[in-house]
């Protein structure tokens, strides 16, 4: 299920991205390198980096230097609604939002239908079901209706 969700906001974005040639959506797979020495690695669910970002010609397909410009991770269903159990938890948050680049990091709950916003500086911002999801900053104009990325939960 949860990769149902990734898939359909990986889409949604991707679609978004490219009609305004914004720079590149990757789904899973794709591992930031966050430090060096020693290694800080995450693997966001569906992640964006803009143009900007990218150095010419070089998309890589393993390991990206710096962080995403968005990451996005959903917790698996079976994982308890009150405990974040995503590859990129709770207590690291700081470490990621705490950084020299700007960077907003969405985290997705099927069980719950909602989603937590994380952006450097700023209150989490939870989000309800009813509520619109938005690029902010990063991706104006962008907004998809919450309980839409969780439709599939309710057709089983």
């Known amino acids: 299920m949860s990769s149902v969700i990734i898939f359909t906001l990986a889409r949604l974005l991707e679609d978004f991205v490219r009609q305004h040639d914004l ?11 966050l430090r060096r020495d020693p290694d800080q690695l995450r693997i966001p669910d569906v992640s964006f980096v803009e143009w900007d970002r990218i150095p010419d010609g070089d998309v890589s397909e393993g390991f990206w230097e710096g962080p995403p410009t968005l990451a996005v991770e959903v917790v698996s269903p079976f994982a308890p609604a009150e405990v974040p159990q995503t590859r990129l938890p709770a207590k690291d948050h700081c470490t990621i939002l705490n950084g020299s680049f700007w ?19 700023a209150d989490t911002r939870e989000l309800g079901p009813d509520s619109l999801l938005d ?9 998809t209706q919450i309980s839409h990325l969780f439709d599939v939960q309710r057709r089983r």
Do not use: Q, T
């Not at 720079?23 to 390198?33: C, E, M, N, S």
């Open 23 to 33: 720079g590149l959506v990757r789904p899973d797979g794709l591992a930031y390198v």
């Open 103 to 121: 960077m907003m990091l969405k985290v997705l709950w099927p069980r719950r239908s909602s989603v937590s916003v994380y952006l450097p500086g």
């Open 135 to 143: 690029g902010g900053d990063i991706l104006p104009g962008f907004n």
